[in-house]
């Protein structure tokens, strides 16, 4: 139903934002990234990160224990 497909747009996003503030935050990620523009990243917590960027960056995008460190960190 599209109830369930925009549920888990939600849902993705919301992670994507839980992992770039993970890794410091849009600042941090651009650098991390080499972009100029922070709010290139800044848009992503809104949006959601491209498929693109975390298929090209998977150790920072789809690595499982991102957000395991950061909460035991916390």
Known sequence: TKHHVYSVLAMSISKDKEVILSLGGSTKVAEL????????????????????????YPHLFLNPNIHKNNESAA
Request: positive net charge; without cysteine; glycine residues 8%.
């Open 33 to 56: 990234l080499g972009f100029k523009n922070k709010q290139r990243v800044q848009n992503w917590k809104v949006r959601g990160i491209p498929a693109s960027i975390k298929l090209q």
